[in-house]
């Protein structure tokens, strides 16, 4: 069973408001991948990091998405001004090596935004 | 480009029938192919995964998949079904560079 946590497990928010979660992934596991599922359970990647460095982000996380992945602290995804269509669930996986390993999945950050 | 279908939205079989879950994928490499399973408000669980090797793998709770490369296929099975396997299950390809690639996801649901 996946060791990964994810902070908080729901979040509302209003439009323009800043929306944080947090994600400890499993020990040992370098690579943090971050991913948004929608209600109509299409995922999309968004960020991630090998230690604490970006390795691949898409548009979107550049514009109004902000993630980190500090040296012993949590890593961090956070909206800058939440909008309704960010309203989804977002899924913090790590894995040991990246690439091709396997990506083991936390239970997610609900996101609701009014 | 790569893409992994689950043509069936929805199936619905009943407690201790067999089951199959269908997954086509698109990938002119090596595909390395997971099958997930994500129960209500929770994230995702591994069920098992290919690499290569024998065609036919073993997962957890009596789960087993099927490579085939001819087929371009990664169909799901487990032989009784129970109550509890009720759920969303994943199709998943995974290339180089960091990225995977997520089949839209079947529901399961199993009759009592």
């Known amino acids: 069973n996946s060791k990964v946590i994810q902070t908080p497990r729901y979040l509302v928010k209003g439009q323009g408001q800043k929306a944080k979660m947090r994600c400890i992934p499993e020990?040992?596991?370098?690579?943090v991948f971050w991913y948004q599922q929608n209600k109509n359970n299409e995922f999309k990647f968004l960020i991630n990091?090998?230690?604490?460095?970006?390795?691949?982000q898409i548009d979107m996380t550049e514009k109004r998405f902000s993630a980190e992945c500090p040296s012993n602290s949590p890593c961090s995804l956070e909206i800058q001004s939440s909008e309704a269509g960010d309203s989804a669930l977002y899924l913090c996986?790590?894995?040991?090596?990246?690439?091709?390993?396997?990506?083991?999945f936390g239970p997610g950050t609900r996101l609701l935004v009014l | 480009a790569q893409s992994v279908t689950q043509p069936d939205a929805r199936v619905t079989v009943s407690e201790g029938a067999s089951l199959q879950l269908r997954c086509k994928y698109s990938?002119?490499?090596?595909?390395?192919l997971f099958w997930y399973v994500q129960y209500p408000r929770q994230g995702l669980q591994l069920l098992l995964k290919?690499?290569?090797?024998?065609?036919v793998v073993q997962g957890v709770n009596g789960f087993e998949a099927e490579f085939s490369k001819s087929n371009s296929s990664f169909h799901l099975r487990k032989a009784s079904v129970h109550w509890s396997d009720s759920a969303v299950y994943f199709c998943?390809?995974?290339?180089?560079?960091?990225?995977?690639?997520f089949g839209d996801g079947t529901q399961l649901v199993v009759k009592p």
């Open positions: 996986a790590s894995s040991l090596t990246g690439g091709w390993d396997t990506q083991y």
């Open positions: 020990k040992g596991h370098p690579v």
């Open positions: 990091f090998q230690n604490q460095e970006v390795l691949q």
């Open positions: 990938y002119s490499g090596t595909p390395y």
């Open positions: 290919y690499y290569s090797g024998d065609p």
């Open positions: 998943v390809l995974s290339v180089s560079n960091n990225r995977i690639f």
